[in-house]
């Protein structure tokens, strides 16, 4: 089920924003913050971490992803990405992979900036054709165990 209650996309909104207020971002000077909402009502947020060695830099999904796990949740009702700029902050494509891992389909995907959410799709608007589970031979997806 994909949730879409009005004040979960709030709550995940605020997380995403204060989690970019947060951001260590000194090279790109491209803050980004973002939240993951669990099928459990649960948020999880991250934010970009970025290195002087920069292929070591995290993206703040990443982040979001991480503090899910460890927290012992595995499936993903809904995404934010907030960051600036006129463009879409849209996740990158390494990041689509991990997001896939945890969503389905029609997980909801909603980018913004500090003033909203600009735009949302769907996880299979972002990565159609995904690599998962089921191409390793794997009983189906992590998510609908
Ligand atoms: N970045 C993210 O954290 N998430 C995105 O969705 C797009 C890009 C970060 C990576 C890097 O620290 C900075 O933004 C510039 O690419």
């Known amino acids: 089920m994909v949730k879409q209650d009005p004040e979960d996309i ?13 951001a ?12 993951v909402l669990t099928e459990n009502g649960q ?3 991250g934010t970009n971490v970025e290195n002087a060695a920069y292929p070591a830099g995290l993206c703040a999904e ?3 992803i991480g503090a899910m796990v460890a927290a012992g949740e595995t499936r993903i ?4 990405v ?24 029609d997980t909801m995907v909603h980018v ?3 003033a909203g959410v600009r735009r949302s799709f769907t996880f299979a608007e972002l990565l ?7 191409n390793l031979g794997l009983s189906g997806d992590h998510h609908d165990e």
């Open 112 to 114: 913004g900036d500090d």
């Open 62 to 64: 990443a982040g979001a």
């Open 82 to 105: 907030v960051g600036g700029g006129h463009e879409l902050v849209t996740p990158c494509g390494v990041c689509r992979q991990r997001i896939r891992e945890f969503a389905t389909p």
């Open 43 to 45: 948020i999880h947020a």
């Open 24 to 35: 260590y971002a000194p090279y790109s000077g491209f803050p980004v913050g973002a939240a």
């Open 128 to 134: 159609p054709f995904a690599f998962g589970p089921a």
């Open 77 to 80: 009702a809904a995404v934010m």
């Open 10 to 22: 709030e709550r995940l909104f605020a997380a995403a924003r204060a989690s970019r207020a947060r």
